[in-house]
Nanobody, 123 residues
Framework: QVQLVESGGGTVQSGGSLRLSCTAS????????MGWYRQAPGRQRELVAR?????????LDSVKGRFTISRGDAKKWNTVHLQMDTLKPEDAAIYYC???????????????WGQGTQVTVSS
């Protein structure tokens, strides 16, 4: 069983910073991508940032220059961090960790989600 466990959410004033972390555990063969999505009330879930095993990154346009995604230990990659700076009220949402990975050398790629962590930005 694979689990993604998030940490680092909370409440911050506008202009402040937060750092989210997510660690994948379980019977994992290879991780292809890890990333963060967010969902605000009444809105669809959207991709915030994603990083691949080859260190390619992708960001939501509205967070470019403010958020930075990074991988943990490159030798045994199972952790991803999201440094969020200059936070705005519109960044408030539940942030979900996401990963695409394989369980064995011959398994298909599966997608897993964390349970989410709340980010609140007060104006």
């Amino acid at each position: 069983q694979v689990q993604l466990v998030e940490s680092g959410g909370g409440t911050v004033q506008s202009g402040g910073s937060l750092r989210l972390s997510c660690t994948a555990s379980g019977s994992i063969d290879s991780i292809y991508t890890m990333g963060w999505y967010r969902q605000a009330p009444g809105r669809q879930r959207e991709l915030v940032a994603r990083i691949t095993s080859g260190d390619n990154t992708q960001y939501l346009d509205s967070v470019k220059g403010r958020f930075t995604i990074s991988r943990g230990d490159a030798k045994k990659w199972n952790t991803v961090h999201l440094q969020m700076d200059t936070l705005k009220p519109e960044d408030a949402a539940i942030y979900y960790c996401n990963s695409e990975l394989t369980l064995t050398t011959t398994s298909p790629v599966y997608e897993y989600w964390g349970q989410g962590t709340q980010v609140t930005v007060s104006s």
